[in-house]
């Protein structure tokens, strides 16, 4: 059965990727960061199921910029498949830490393929790429031709980082990916991204937790979809015949408030009762019109996005009040 590397294993994505592998008869590595924090909820069940656990499912330490030891590991591992996931995600943090972001987002990509050139069996790549490299895009909705603008950090480092994809697949014949996903969710998005910090709100204020909720701005437009959706499609990207690039997008958009309104009405509550702002959210540059067109995805792939943002609302919301019950009664 196939071998699976993943850098970013313990992520949203990581963590549907793996089960999603695991299911299929994958064995499985995932490099992890070495912290003093061993909290790694959203492996937990595998981590703990003892016939998973070094049995079809290994951990290693690494980080993105540990050169030597990713080689190590991927002599030692030989997988077929790398599913690079790892980098700095939050785009209004990288405004915050520019250089780190370019690290690990850019070079950390960077140094994975050169590792990848040298290696006698090269796995098949795939790179989380992501809308932010579209930036301000002249067309839309953008497809894997639309001329890459990126107006954050964090875009630009996923510009690099996409473009020595593509040089690498085109100049030294790597099997090498980018999925250029838009924004994903799911009940395991990390907390500090929108869509989690307000059905987190929400659930909470529902359960009266809390009274308040405090955001940025309201008006972004996202193209949301559901990220075990998104973790499928890479799956089947490096099951075809050569190489490419594929946008993952659901090609609709909602707003902010959209969202918020969504959420914070499937608990039966009207968000402008509890809605604070505060600029510390909001971002020197804003992507605003950001729509994925899906359709090389669809045709290449058979891949079709099925959940909406509005659907995402309120199963994620669902699933806050749901953890948060369970929080309660386990005290
Ligand atoms: P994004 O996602 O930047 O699109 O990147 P995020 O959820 O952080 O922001 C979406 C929109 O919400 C607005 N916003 C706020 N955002 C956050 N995080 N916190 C707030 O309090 C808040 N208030 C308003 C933002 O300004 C923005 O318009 C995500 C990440 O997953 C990237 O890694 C990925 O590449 C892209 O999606 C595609």
Not at 141 to 166: D, I, L
Request: hydrophobic letters at 35%; aromatic letters at 8%; proline letters at 5%.
């Amino acid at each position: 059965m196939p071998t699976a590397l993943i850098t970013g294993i313990t992520g949203q994505d990581g963590s549907y990727l793996t089960e999603q592998l695991l299911a299929q008869g994958y064995t499985v590595h995932g490099l992890v960061r070495r912290t003093s924090n061993t909290v790694r909820s959203r492996l937990d069940p595998l981590f703990h199921n003892k016939d998973v656990y070094n049995k079809s499912l290994f951990l290693h330490y690494a980080d993105l910029d540990d050169t030597t030891t990713i080689r190590r590991i991927l002599v030692k591992t030989q997988p077929d498949e790398l599913y690079h996931l790892a980098g700095q995600s939050h785009v209004g943090a990288s405004f915050d830490i520019p250089e780190s972001t370019c690290q690990f987002t850019g070079m950390g990509t960077l140094k994975i393929l050169e590792i990848l050139r040298d290696l006698e069996k090269q796995p098949r790549f795939l790179h989380i790429s992501s809308s932010e490299i579209f930036g301000r895009p002249d067309e839309s909705p953008q497809n894997e031709r639309t001329p890459m603008r990126p107006v954050t950090p964090y875009g630009v480092a996923k510009t690099f980082a996409t473009q020595m994809v593509q040089l690498y697949r085109e100049s030294f014949g790597l099997f090498a990916c980018n999925a250029i996903c838009y924004n994903h969710e799911s009940p395991r998005r990390g907390e500090s991204f929108v869509t989690r910090k307000i059905t987190k709100a929400a659930a909470e204020i529902s359960l009266g937790l809390s009274d308040e909720i405090v955001l940025g701005s309201l008006d972004g437009r996202r193209d949301w979809g559901s990220a075990p959706e998104y973790t499928t499609a890479m799956h089947l990207m490096l099951q075809q015949d050569t190489p490419d690039d594929y946008v993952l997008a659901t090609g609709q958009t909602h707003s902010v408030e959209e969202f918020l309104d969504a959420a914070f009405q499937s608990v039966g509550l009207d968000y402008k009762d509890h809605l604070k702002q505060n600029p510390k959210y909001m971002r020197p540059a804003e992507v605003t019109r950001l729509v994925g067109d899906p359709t090389h995805a669809e045709k290449q792939l058979g891949w079709t996005p099925a959940t909406t943002a509005l659907d995402l609302a309120k199963q994620m919301t669902a699933a806050d009040v749901e953890s948060l019950k369970q929080l309660a009664t386990s005290n």
